[in-house]
């Protein structure tokens, strides 16, 4: 018997807002443990909780990317479990009127192209974090994370295989942070996903015992997830050697293996019931319409822009596309030199990818001045120095901030470009690598780089490579 595999997803999506969802305590990431906690977050009784407007109007922002139905009226509820980082044992979300409902992602794939439908996108507040030391086999828990502003995204069990999964998660995270709902960096846990699972015969309506691999931030581990638990479910139900219960397990990406963590609850056992202190939000079609106006340009339409308007091959356009700093570093240097964006874009994938790559960073933990960076390349672009130079020169804008154009002139690193200092350079080389010259007369091709190196070498790296090659035939084939 043949088995399909039916997914649905939740992904939680921590909001860039600069403070929480019911209190003014900062949302920002990388504080010291516990820094950011004030009563009303810490869960204090009788603490005041506060609304958070830009929580709302960034829900609104992702209802409108992902075609949902956006509720003339939302209301909070609270959600009763007991877990240690949830200090007032209960979470509020929303689950009687979520802000909006019934949207639509649609992605592309090796498959084809395919709609994602989206049950819904409700606000809550996120919980704090568990840190577990394995040293002293104890937990602490940092409170900072408490009460910052999420989303979640609910998807249908739309799914049937991982290629989908990286493909819907790939997508949300471009679309959200390119509009500036969050900045979806995985790494940080600002969007985090979990995946419920099930295995059924192919062809059949009904759908099997569904299991949740909960809080994944990795989108190989992900996939590497469903992979395992796929086969976990249809070796079950092949060979009835496990009885497959309903149930969160969590994966181990060291073992290669998800374990069970609980018995996975029903929506009674959470007791949820309206929350009394947070009056209900009346979403008006003018403040939706407020909303849409102040959109940035979407990731489509940039691909777009890139493509037919600056001529970007697809392929550019999409690497730079697929990272919205990537994007934001080649609008603000094509702002400061527009007069080849491909070379532009040529100087971010080779060169800033490949050194950011060397230092064990991604495309998102880039930071470089746009204006410094345009300035290298222009230097390049005019000749000033060379490609080489102007490599080295960008480590330098990435790390320490310099001015390219004060560099150059205080190391003296502009490119030599009178030909008679050029020419008596070759001689120099041709004079001390006979050997060499006569090898390549003698149809040795692949020494000749190795003549135009010893150049280089002798004018400090600094002149202009295709010059010396043209000199060194011109010389050689004198002689």
Not at 162 to 176: D, G, I, M, Q
Not at 223 to 240: D, Q, V, W
Not at 424 to 436: F, P, Q, R
Request: charged share 25%; glycine share 6%; aromatic share 6%.
């Amino acid at each position: 018997m043949n088995y399909e595999i039916v997914m649905g997803l939740e992904v939680h999506v921590e909001l860039a807002t600069q403070s929480k969802l019911f209190c003014s305590c900062s949302a920002h990431f990388g504080a010291e443990p516990n820094e950011n906690v004030c009563p009303a977050c810490s869960g204090m009784p009788g603490s005041p909780c506060v609304l958070n407007k830009k929580a709302v109007e960034l829900g609104i922002t992702a209802a409108l990317l992902t075609n949902c139905e956006v509720a003339k009226v939302m209301t909070f509820d609270k959600k009763n479990y007991f877990y240690p980082d949830l200090p007032s044992s209960y979470q509020i979300t929303q689950l009687f009127a979520p802000i909006c409902t019934n949207g639509r992602v649609d992605i592309e794939t090796s498959l084809g192209k395919k709609s994602i439908t989206l049950k819904q996108i409700h606000i809550e507040e996120d919980a704090g974090k568990l840190v577990h030391d394995s040293r002293t086999g104890t937990s602490l828990i940092d409170f900072n994370r408490t009460s910052v502003p999420l989303i979640e995204i609910v998807s249908n069990p739309d799914f049937r295989e991982a290629e989908e999964v990286t493909a819907y998660l790939e997508k949300l995270r471009s679309l959200l942070s390119f509009a500036g709902v969050s900045d979806c960096k995985m790494q940080e846990g600002s969007m985090r996903c979990d995946v419920n699972i099930s295995a059924r015969p192919a062809g059949s309506d009904t759908l099997g015992v569904r299991t949740e691999i909960k809080n994944m931030n990795s989108l190989k581990a992900i996939a590497a997830a469903i992979e395992y638990e796929s086969n976990r479910h249809i070796e079950a139900l092949k060979t009835g050697n496990e009885v497959l219960v309903q149930e969160t397990r969590r994966w181990d990406d060291t073992k290669g293996m998800t374990f069970s963590m609980r018995g996975k609850e029903e929506a009674a056992d959470y007791r949820y019931f309206p929350n009394p202190d947070i009056m209900p939000v009346v979403i008006s079609a003018e403040w939706i319409e407020a909303v849409r106006a102040s959109l940035p340009e979407s990731v489509e339409d940039k691909l777009t822009r890139l493509m037919e308007t600056l001529g970007l091959p697809e392929y550019e356009s999409k690497i730079i596309t697929a990272s919205k700093t990537l994007s934001d570093i080649f609008d603000e240097v094509t702002k400061h030199f527009d007069k080849n964006p491909k070379e532009v874009a040529n100087w971010i994938i080779v060169e800033l990818l490949s050194i950011a790559k060397g230092d064990n960073k991604g495309a998102d933990d880039i930071k470089i001045n746009g204006e410094m960076f345009a300035k290298l390349i222009e230097m390049v672009e005019n000749k000033t120095i060379n490609r080489n130079t102007g490599k080295k020169l960008l480590i330098e804008v990435l790390n320490n901030g310099i001015d390219p154009v004060k560099y150059v002139q205080e190391n003296q690193l502009g490119m030599v470009s009178d030909t008679s200092t050029i020419e008596a350079a070759i001689a120099e080389v041709l004079a001390a690598n006979t050997k060499t010259v006569d090898e390549y007369k003698g149809g040795n091709q692949k020494v000749f780089g190795f003549l135009v190196g010893q150049t280089m070498k002798k004018l400090g790296g600094k002149a202009d490579p295709q010059v010396i090659n043209q000199l060194l035939v011109e010389r050689i084939n004198a002689n």
